[in-house]
Nanobody
């Protein structure tokens, strides 16, 4: 079965950096849209970044543009989110998500908001 396992979360001071990793198993990563989401206490889950199957197209929510970078390694079945210039508003549980591309039937990966497979999450805490 599909399994997504996030790692790399932690506590960091404002202005610092963290790199989140997602190890995927039970799937052929190159056929899946991938994304990172986050959810802070009392807030709705937010789509942070998304990436196409070939890694060439990317989406970022406005608040992280220029600070976060999403990339994937289909050969290693990994998804990464590099986060820089972190601020307290970035504090949240971060989730890796995967959705079958399905030959583009439901649109390009960067537009996908519904994902079938989710990891357990990794906590990111940014202190001021």
């Amino acid at each position: 079965q599909v399994q997504l396992v996030e790692s790399g979360g932690g506590s960091v001071q404002a202005g610092g950096s963290l790199t989140l990793s997602c190890a995927a198993s039970g799937l052929t990563l190159s056929t899946f849209c991938m994304g990172w989401f986050r959810q802070a206490p009392g807030k709705e889950r937010e789509r942070v970044a998304a990436i196409s199957t070939d890694g060439l197209s990317k989406y970022y929510t406005d608040s992280v543009k220029g600070r976060f970078t999403i990339y994937r390694d289909n050969a290693k079945n990994t998804l990464t989110l590099r986060m820089g210039s972190l601020n307290p508003e970035d504090t949240a549980m971060y989730y890796c998500a995967a959705e079958p591309y399905g030959a583009g039937l439901y649109g390009p990966c960067v537009d996908r908001r519904i994902y079938t497979y989710w990891g357990q999450g990794t906590q990111v805490t940014v202190s001021s």
